[in-house]
């Protein structure tokens, strides 16, 4: 149980372009999801907070409209980076938070490999 | 501001051997913590938590050492393995306790690294 899935595994995409990730949790419901990004051998930087049916909470430093977050139900939350650049080339990961069980509780994806040539 | 997952950026360790990942954190009032691993191109993998009412928990071959007073904690893996090379990530949630609010926030991270 308790597993989260992200698709695609790796995109690749011109500069302009706009790119969307999704992140889904298979058997468990979440109101909460978590958008982190990741450049190569650096930790995991929070960018937003997902809460279903409601608007994104984003972390200082990260440009809401540039990376759209969409949680339309309790088991999908979708990131659009928006007019991708090189730059935004990073691992993108997110988690998903039971809501069923503990607050502290978090169950990660696989990540998705974003490259903007 | 609030800091935790103060790591070391590397470490190598003889196969057989115990490794020993540490973590600090600024936050006296920090009550869990958590450890990952995550392998090259993955995302991070639970493998271990702590409550700070605890000093000590242990797993399958993996313990973990809480230190309140120095702000300290530890992850020893015993008889360290080639599957074990990852980067090991020291977690704690930030934000309102029970609440949807709060979330975790990572460390640095340790690249742990095993030698034949």
């Known amino acids: 149980g308790a597993v989260v899935s992200q698709h695609p595994s790796r995109v690749i995409c011109k500069s302009g372009t706009s790119v969307k990730i999704e992140c889904r949790s298979l058997?468990?419901?979440?109101?909460?999801m978590f958008w982190y990004r990741q450049f190569p051998k650096k930790s995991l930087m929070l960018m937003a907070t997902?809460?279903?049916?409601?608007?994104?909470?984003?972390e200082q430093g990260v440009e809401k409209d540039k990376f759209l977050i969409n949680h339309a139900s309790l088991t999908l939350s979708t990131l659009t980076v928006t007019s991708a650049h090189p730059e935004d080339s990073s691992f993108y990961i997110c988690?998903?938070?039971?809501?069923?069980?503990?607050?502290?509780?978090?169950?990660f994806g696989p990540g998705t490999r974003l490259t903007v040539l | 501001g609030e800091s935790v997952g103060l790591h070391l950026p590397t470490l190598s360790v003889q196969e057989g051997d115990n490794s020993i990942i540490n973590c600090a954190y600024s936050?006296?009032?920090?009550?869990?913590f958590i450890w990952y691993k995550q392998e090259s191109g993955k995302g991070p993998q639970f493998i271990i938590d702590?409550?700070?009412?605890?000093d000590k928990r242990q797993g399958q071959r993996v313990t973990v050492l809480l230190n309140k007073t120095v702000k300290h904690l530890s992850l020893q893996i015993a008889a360290t393995q080639p599957g074990d090379s990852a980067v090991y990530f020291c977690?704690?949630?930030?934000?309102?306790?029970?609440?949807?609010?709060?979330?975790?926030?990572f460390g640095s991270g340790t690249r742990l690294s095993i030698r034949p």
């Open positions: 058997d468990f419901q979440a109101t909460t």
């Open positions: 936050n006296s009032a920090s009550d869990y």
């Open positions: 997902s809460n279903e049916g409601s608007k994104a909470t984003y």
């Open positions: 977690a704690a949630p930030m934000g309102p306790r029970y609440s949807s609010a709060s979330k975790i926030i």
């Open positions: 988690s998903a938070r039971n809501s069923g069980r503990a607050y502290n509780e978090q169950f």
């Open positions: 702590i409550r700070s009412n605890m």
